[in-house]
């Protein structure tokens, strides 16, 4: 049987009808799928790639996970495809447009992120650490018609469903089993039943290829902490490049292997940075995880050979100082992201053959849309040089603009964009143009406007331009600690201070001082088994450490957790609250 042959009678799993690529059964111009091709292009979406890996691979695995219930589930791409293209035909059905998801990282999330997409409605993923207000906020602002819920966080929807809107919206309660006991799963089994009573058409009655490649296919959320959340559009297009350039720049298919992606990045966060589809378009294994368990992360690590994971810094230092922690057999490669990294932290990852990738992005960027590429001649430098080179945010991705970094101050007006020179010390705001740029906000014309001022998408991060165009983060406007006339950048003291070999996290915040105007004052956890005060690492900094005398802190308080966001950032908000004295702050 020929290759051809083959894929054909793959792709009868899904409808006869289906067109395989080159076949005779291509869609031709003037039939009723004309939009979908041009002689020499199509257009660019992500939904695609589900489909396209159950028909060259059916039978690989495309999830792992440990349910609800504490048993492993396995399922191959054909029966993920299959349980995705249910849900687009129940959708479908009942002209759901705006689908909400509430869920952990489990499979219910990562087949309706190719479900909605197929039933030509688009995904709105919120994030279940939220307050209860923000969570009603943001899917009454979202025009949501429909809601997939995990049953853990049934109750998280009260308020939205005590308003008007809220009572009229379908929830759908995944309880997250290997059976078909929830509402979610009935509706899986609803929507293929519709296909076949409606003609059998399988994917091919599907929405595999947008119409329109700027159409929005979900709509990403903030988190909203200094401000109510504000709903970023990401468009077909924009997440079929960011996931093509994450398989690029994270090496997601880089071994002969298969990748096998474990989930420790939350789904809800920038749609997993685009990562439901990057991962899916190599065929790779999606490790999915209902939380973070560092234990059970290192079980995976070591017995599953999971190849590649994303997370925060905080993350990757905990799972570092895990009593499991073990140099691994074999390589796995880390997209590190979200707050800064410090070069001792990457030591520390690689002493346990754990390789970061270094990259930076915004929920307005799709995610990632830099990368700190490893130079050769690095083997050749210093360590302490190399792994502080590592720790840059680096290049524009592949399918990017170059990333640039502009001035700012009272003498620049909105909109006008020149560029800092490229020293490594003038410092300057971050903006990014090209195809991972997002659209804009959900209406909101005005903020829109305000991240398009001069026709690039701002950041609000501060760095310097390094002369081999790599960027460096310094800090938010917002974090840059002014004192007497000295700018401490929080993110180069944090860095500092962690390599104290008693601390574990370090976060730094401005305090008034009516000498200095501002001046830093830290907030340290201590490493399990050691034991350090406040007043010790102010000496060690003083007398032992690198760190320039303006820079030490006055004030290092240990505290036994940080506030920090669910993707791992700092709370910085909580922290300059916590140095007032609001230690109900959370």
């Not at 899904?14 to 291509?26: E, I, M, Y």
């Not at 002209?95 to 909400?100: D, F, L, P, T």
């Not at 990562?110 to 650490?129: D, K, P, Q, T």
Request: hydrophobic residues 35%.
């Amino acid at each position: 049987m020929s290759p051809l042959d083959r894929l054909q009678k793959l792709a009868s799993h899904f409808t006869s009808a289906n067109p395989v690529p080159g076949s005779d059964n291509n869609i031709q111009p003037g039939d009723s799928h004309e939009y979908h091709h041009k002689h020499n292009s199509h257009t660019l979406s992500p939904s695609t790639f589900l489909w396209r890996a159950a028909c060259i691979e059916p039978n690989a695995t495309a999830v792992y996970h440990k349910t609800a219930s504490n048993t492993i589930l396995r399922r191959s791409y054909l029966e993920t495809a299959h349980r995705a293209r249910g849900l687009a035909y129940f959708l479908l059905k009942h002209s759901y447009k705006r689908v909400g998801i509430l869920c952990t990282n489990t499979p219910a999330f990562l087949e309706a992120i190719f479900g909605i997409a197929a039933a030509s409605a688009v995904s709105v993923g919120v994030n279940y650490r939220l307050k209860t207000d923000d969570i009603a906020y943001i899917f009454d602002h979202a025009d949501v018609d429909i809601i997939i819920v995990d049953k853990e966080f049934r109750d998280l929807l009260a308020k939205f469903e005590a308003t008007e809107k809220g009572a009229r919206v379908k929830l759908l309660v995944d309880t997250d089993t290997d059976g078909l006991e929830g509402e979610y799963d009935k509706a899986v089994l609803e929507g293929l039943e519709y296909d076949r009573e409606t003609g059998g058409k399988g994917w091919n009655g599907l929405e595999t290829q947008t119409k329109d490649e700027d159409s929005v296919i979900a709509l990403a959320y903030t988190s909203g902490t200094t401000a109510r959340p504000k709903g970023v559009e990401y468009t077909h297009r924009g997440c079929y490049l960011a996931a093509l350039a994450n398989v690029i720049e994270s090496g997601l298919n880089y071994h002969t292997g298969r990748a096998k992606y474990l989930w420790t990045l939350p789904m809800f966060h920038a749609t997993g940075w685009t990562f439901p589809w990057a991962v899916t378009a190599v065929r790779g294994t999606h490790y999915c995880l209902r939380k973070i368990d560092y234990p059970e992360i290192w079980r995976l690590l070591k017995t599953e050979g999971v190849t590649h994971f994303n997370a925060a810094p905080t993350v990757n230092t905990l799972l570092c100082a895990a009593k499991e922690a073990e140099k691994l057999p074999q390589p796995v490669r880390v997209t590190v992201a979200a707050s800064p990294p410090s070069a001792w932290l990457f030591e520390q990852m690689t002493n346990l053959n754990l390789h970061p990738v270094h990259v930076y992005g915004l929920t307005e960027t799709y995610g990632p849309i830099t990368k700190g590429y490893h130079m050769p001649e690095w083997e050749e430098i210093d360590l302490k040089e190399k792994y502080a080179k590592m720790a840059r945010q680096g290049h524009g991705f592949v399918t990017a603009l170059p990333v640039r970094v502009i001035k700012t101050g009272d003498d620049i007006k909105e909109g006008e964009i020149i560029d800092v020179q490229k020293d490594g010390k003038e410092i300057g705001e971050i903006v990014f143009e090209g195809n991972i740029c997002a659209k804009g906000y959900y209406k909101d014309a005005e903020a829109t406007r305000k991240l398009w001022a001069g026709g690039v998408s701002h950041s609000g991060d501060l760095a310097v331009w390094h002369p081999d165009g790599a960027i460096q983060i310094l800090d938010r406007a917002k974090d840059i600690i002014i004192s007497g006339g000295e700018n401490i950048s929080s993110v180069a003291l944090e860095s500092m201070l962690a390599t104290h070999p008693s601390i574990l996290e370090v976060g730094v915040v401005a305090v008034q001082d009516d000498q200095w105007g501002e001046r830093p004052k830290a907030f340290i956890t201590v490493k399990e088994g050691e034991s350090v005060t406040g007043q010790e690492v102010i000496d060690w900094a003083k007398h032992k450490s690198d760190i320039s005398k303006f820079m030490v802190p006055r004030e290092v308080e240990v505290v036994t957790e940080l506030p920090k966001t669910s993707t791992g950032k700092l709370k910085k908000n909580v922290l300059r609250d916590w140095a007032k004295g609001k230690r109900d702050a959370v």
